[in-house]
């Protein structure tokens, strides 16, 4: 379940890729990566490491929003399948995901 109001934005899912292999500031995180039709959002599942889920219980997929690409600016670039995204003097690599495929 995502925490997002994808109607208040007039959004469509185009591509959903769950444990998406996302590199930010040479920091690498496991994200849920979701193309719409206006934006690129990275969602981070806050259950994937609760203690409960060990124990028996099953806890279900939360994903909140982490942060949210403008399609409209997008400066970015793909190599060997992989897009690289210039946002806010920050370098941001999607692995494994060319976003030519779903633009």
């Not at 997002?4 to 590199?23: A, H, T, W």
């Not at 793909?78 to 633009?103: M, Q, R, S």
Request: aromatic share 10%; charged share 25%; proline share 3%.
């Amino acid at each position: 379940m995502y925490n997002y109001d994808f109607k208040k934005n007039e959004e469509q899912i185009v591509l959903e890729k769950e444990n998406g292999i996302v590199e930010i500031k040479d920091n690498t995180y496991n994200l849920s990566i979701v193309v719409t039709n206006k934006n690129i959002l990275l969602f981070n599942n806050v259950n994937k490491n609760n203690p409960l889920s060990g124990r028996g219980v099953l806890m279900p997929e939360e994903y909140y929003l982490e942060l949210a690409i403008p399609l409209q600016t997008l400066d970015y670039e793909v190599e060997d399948n992989n897009t690289i995204i210039n946002y806010k003097n920050a370098e941001i690599v999607l692995y494994d995901l060319n976003i030519n495929e779903c633009l």
